[in-house]
């Protein structure tokens, strides 16, 4: 069964780090292109960053504090957080997408895992 696994949340002060992980089974992770998202209370849900053929995007309110990667020996991509705000505080979710010609793409998210910036 195909699946994202996250872990790695937290209760953490500001100016803090926190890594976030997430784990995929039943597909090999390095196919797919991989984000990291975020929904903080009464917010749309926000992208924070992605890696797509190699290459990698941040949304602004992150760039220059979070760092996303991946590990392909296992399978598992990560979100390093650094100088967490308040703002910062959401529940992150990551997602793999593999988009192929003719086929509705494949599409996996994360369960979810709250971060809680404060003092």
């Known amino acids: 069964q195909e699946q994202l696994v996250e872990s790695g949340g937290g209760l953490v002060q500001p100016g803090g780090s926190l890594r976030l992980s997430c784990a995929a089974s039943g597909f090999t992770l390095d196919d797919y292109a991989v984000g990291w998202f975020r929904q903080g209370p009464g917010m749309a849900r926000e992208g924070l960053s992605c890696?797509?053929?190699?290459?990698?995007y941040y949304a602004d309110s992150v760039k220059g504090r979070f760092t996303i990667s991946r590990d392909n020996a296992k399978n598992t991509m990560y979100l390093q957080m650094n100088s967490l705000k308040f703002e910062d505080t959401a529940v992150y979710y990551c997602n793999a997408v593999l988009f192929r010609t003719g086929v509705l793409p494949d599409d996996y998210w994360g369960q979810g895992t709250q971060v809680t910036v404060s003092s």
């Open positions: 890696i797509v053929n190699n290459t990698t």
